[in-house]
Structures are given as structure tokens and as C-alpha cells.
């Protein structure tokens, strides 16, 4: 198994997403990148943390390749976006992949490099060592399945699930 660390806005779309594909074993959604020890959902959206919402991907890479892993990240959100995503605005909602090891870090440059081919303008995706990585509460884990009818997840998660699903459809899961 092997694990991703990544931030693309709103981390319920991220969760979402990764959940649909084959060889993806979990999905923690949480907070990386800042500075206060298990910070909260609201100490986070005041932006007083330094923390991005996150999603913990653990997958088989025997079942799904780790490039298809972070072509999905670079597919699912717009890189181009500084501290936001759509109408989602905040540091909290920045692009960023955290690496564990030097070879994640050579994975996500290379993932990085095949997205400014495909992406016009500069990518804004920041490529950072991994800190501790702090689980968001309950509520907010698998959100989009507990969730479906929910405004959000119609308007934004939705449409960012069906566009993986649509790019990488031999790494879905069956309905």
C-alpha cells in the first residue's frame, strides 16, 4: 500500500472522487500544512492555523498506478487557482502535495510537469514535505455518501466525481 498526502480545495470533492476508483483502500479527509496541533474545522476556515484541507489517499498500486492516482488529483480541481477553488476561498483550499519521501516528491514533480501540459497558465500547486497530518472530525469523513441530496456535494462534488469518472473510467468501481 501506499499513501498520498494531497490538498485540491474542498477536501469533500477529494474524498469523493478517490472513493470511486479501484485500489483505493481508504480516504481520511484532514488538515496538513500548518502549524497548530489538531486544529479544528472552524480554527482552520478562520485561517488561523496555516492548515489546508487534505485528503489522506491510501491505495493499491498493484491495482491503480500512483500516476493515475495524481492525474486524478491534477484533473479533479484547477491547479492555476491560488488559495481557492470556485467560489471556496482561502488558504484553506490551496493546491499542494505533501510528500513523505524523496520518491513521492519525484512522483508528485512528475505528476506536476504532465499537468502543465495539459493546464494554460502557470500551475500554482505547491510541492511541500509532509508535517503531521491531523484527521478532520466525523461529520466530515466520507461526506459526499452520507450527504448525496446535499447542496454542495450536487453542485461541486458531483460534477468533479463524474469528470474522473468520465477521464479514468477502467479505475472506477462498478456501481
Known sequence: METFVLAGG???CLDAVYRTLKGVQDVVSGY???TKPNPTYEEVCANT????E???VT???SVIPAEIILDAFFTLHDPRQLNRQGNDIGTQYRSA???ANEDQKKQFEAAFERASEHWDGGLVTTIEPLG????AEEYHQNFFAKNPGQGYCLA???PKVNKVRKGFSQYVLAS
Not at 503531521?132 to 484527521?135: A, E, I, K, L, N
Open 156 to 158: 461541486v462534488a458531483l
Open 49 to 52: 492555523t496555516g492548515h489546508a
Open 59 to 61: 491505495f493499491d498500486p
Open 32 to 34: 496538513t500544512g500548518g
Open 132 to 135: 503531521d497530518f491531523y484527521p
Open 97 to 99: 502535495m505533501y510528500y
Open 10 to 12: 474542498c477536501f469533500w
Open 54 to 56: 487534505a485528503v489522506q
